[in-house]
Nanobody, 123 residues
Framework: QVQLRESGGGLVQPGASLKLSCTASERTSSTYAMGWFRQAPGKERELVAS????????NYPDPVKGRFRISRDIAKRAVYLQMNSLQPEDTAVYYC????????????????WGQGTQVTVSS
């Protein structure tokens, strides 16, 4: 099981940007995909971005397309989520995830999860 640790959350004003980071505790050579999810109070957890580890192919759902960008650094075993034009509805706990299974990039079926980092967008 891969240990994942997120960082970079915080309180920002509407329209601001924030970059989240996630590092894996061990080698990621068997990783197939990594994703960022979020869960707001009273809502189900939802996928906001995913990336295929070997070639960097990305996927975004419509609510964040054009505002969020996922990237990876293979040498650092890290994945990032650049979030721009943040709005109050983006407020949630953001989770990093990983899987070694060959899943579709819009799948929410991941195996390893971080503890989450809080992102609050408020004026």
């Amino acid at each position: 099981q891969v240990q994942l640790r997120e960082s970079g959350g915080g309180l920002v004003q509407p329209g601001a940007s924030l970059k989240l980071s996630c590092t894996a505790s061990e080698r990621t050579s068997s990783t197939y995909a990594m994703g960022w999810f979020r869960q707001a109070p009273g809502k189900e957890r939802e996928l906001v971005a995913s990336i295929r580890w070997r070639d960097g192919t990305t996927n975004y759902p419509d609510p964040v397309k054009g505002r969020f960008r996922i990237s990876r650094d293979i040498a650092k075993r890290a994945v990032y989520l650049q979030m721009n034009s943040l709005q109050p509805e983006d407020t949630a706990v953001y989770y990093c995830s990983a899987t070694s299974r060959w899943i579709q990039l819009d799948s929410q079926d991941y195996d390893d999860w971080g503890q989450g980092t809080q992102v609050t967008v408020s004026s």
